[in-house]
């Protein structure tokens, strides 16, 4: 199983990015997938989850304000659409899975499977 994580770039302040999740030897359609970031000197913390039923998750509630998970069965891929970047959204965005259809969580160590992270950076 390979997570790849694609869509990050220099975006200025109050602009847009659409992330994307695919994976190699596995149907993400059927399992849960969560979005993590990194920033530099921070600890990885996650930001929404989306079951295989397409139900998001958002940590805390209030990220959905600017964060929109999806997923596209057809494609077989999990979006993050972020909205109205801010300087401290600069982080590397990982997406995960466990392959568990239902089971949402901020809590990466539950994740076993990790895509390799794409860089997202704010800067005027």
């Known amino acids: 199983v390979q997570l790849q994580a694609s869509g990050g770039g220099l975006v200025h302040p109050g602009g847009s990015l659409r992330l994307s999740c695919a994976a190699s030897g596995v149907d993400l359609s059927h399992y849960a997938v969560a979005w993590f970031r990194q920033a530099p000197g921070r600890k990885r913390q996650g930001i929404s989850c989306i079951n295989s039923a397409a139900v998001p998750r958002y940590y805390p509630d209030r990220r959905a304000d600017r964060f929109t998970i999806s997923r596209d069965s057809a494609k077989k891929a999990i979006y993050l659409q972020i909205s109205d970047l801010q300087s401290e959204d600069t982080a590397v965005y990982y997406c995960?899975?466990?392959?568990?259809?239902?089971?949402?969580?901020?809590?990466?160590?539950?994740?076993?499977?990790w895509g390799q992270g794409t860089l997202v950076t704010v800067s005027s």
């Open positions: 995960a899975t466990d392959l568990r259809p239902l089971t949402c969580t901020d809590y990466d160590g539950l994740y076993k499977y």
